[in-house]
């Protein structure tokens, strides 16, 4: 084999950065090697609508990746990242009701609240003042390898002064009675709502309470920042600061396979010519888990069990995203009291709730739920003054049986059902913001076929590696009786998205795989410590 590194990064995604960052700063020599033309994987941004306007192509608003422990310490600004906030962080209109908005500042969100329905505000500063108490351990464990032993224990000590067993209950229940029990009022309710349905889980199940609260603090605490200049910043900070450590990172660098000898892998191919890179310690996979079990790891050298329970490997669902350059802000129907950098889109709860249910069902939404995203309202330098960058996307079905609206969709995703299915999208826009297509000067939509071919990672355009419903969390995931970054092969980790804790940029799959391999080469060296005779 060629070369020699102590480890081989595979993906130059926001895990494959961290995990390479984390092994350079523990001594060893590291080899990224990705795909793309360029580093970032779901983390990028583009031109591509027009020269004039920045577009992240994916993921666009990082609370998760300012809460990280792990990113917080790399130090990114000093390799050219500067975060920034649009005036507050989420907005969701109610047709009749106004603007749900959740600022930085919880008095102004408690106060804007509180005009709309009486005892909201009070009650919204109370979660607040929980979360005070226990939201770093929380969020600590999350991120952590499972189990959390030390985050545990440490939330375990503090859950008393943050409402004991009533707070266990909380984060269990499904977030649309969360909202129903604590709150009078529409607006905590669809925030709340909103932020669960960033994830794929339905919003009257378990563990939907627990996404919308965290999201919904997580707001609260350190906001939705985005990089200046477009989401690839980050990316081009994580590798920047690899390479400043002495890592290599090789773009157009396909990796077809991974080598295994003896149960352990000893290396990757790449390319079409086979290219043989050997690694001496680990290999680290920032791979969708159906992509490395019986893809680059051939199934002769898994055991019979993964292979099976690959079978029931489930993605979460697929993604259309719709990208807009306006020449002018967004003509919503009521001006926003505070502008916000995110918005969420839907009629209500229950409407949100029904839209998501109709993904899990298998039908293309007639009224989809829209996240969207005002960039150059949260970001200048996305486009000309007086302009704004603006983005939505939407859940579709990775499987479609039927189209809930009258468009015929069938789930191809070629052009006619992208744009048609885009024209949908901006309905929606249009219904709460009257003359939004009079401001369009350009469009593009990208459906699941197109974000599969930018990341290979995005199997049938799904973001987050996996679903995140219970079955395929924790110990489930990425397939039962696993939950940590090692795999069925000795000195292979898996360091993406469909590791715990799943989808997110926070760079914990990243970090949990570079610990365990740090950890696993201390036990190899003291396993073959030579004993002395005599």
Known sequence: MSGGHDAVVVGAGPNGLVAANLLLDAGWSVLVLEAQPDVGGAVASDRGVHPDFVHDTFSAFYPLAAASPTLRSFGLE?????????????????????WATLHRDREVTATLMDAQHAGDGEAWLELCATWDVIGDQVVGALLAPFPPVRTGLGAAARLPRAGGLELVRTLLTPVADVGRLRFGGEAPRVLLAGNAGHADIPLNAPGSGLMGILMTMLGQTVGFP????????????????????????RCDAEVTGIEVRDGRAVGVRVGRDGERVAARHAVLADVVASRLYGGLVAPEHLPARTMRAMRDFEMDPGTVKVDWALDGPVPWAEEQ??????????????????????????TVPAEPFLLAGQMTTTDPSRSPQGTESLWAYTHVPQ???RDGGDDGLRGTWDDSERERFGDRVQARMEAIAPGFGDRVVARRVLGPREMEARNANLVGGGLNGGTAQLHQQLVFRPVPGTGRATTPVGGLYLCSASAHPGGGVHGAPGSNAARAAVAGRRVRRVLTIPRRRG
């Open 399 to 401: 499987q479609v049986r």
């Open 226 to 249: 985005v990089p200046e200049g477009g989401a690839g910043e980050l990316a081009r900070a994580l590798a920047h600061r690899v390479r400043a450590r002495g890592g290599e990172i």
């Open 78 to 98: 000093e390799h050219g990242l500067r975060w920034l906030h649009a005036p507050a962080v989420l907005g969701h209109y109610l047709p009749g009701t106004g």
């Open 337 to 362: 009291p505070h502008p916000t950098g995110t918005v969420h889109v839907a009629d209500s709860v229950e409407q949100m709730a029904q839209a998501l249910h109709q993904v899990t069902s298998q």
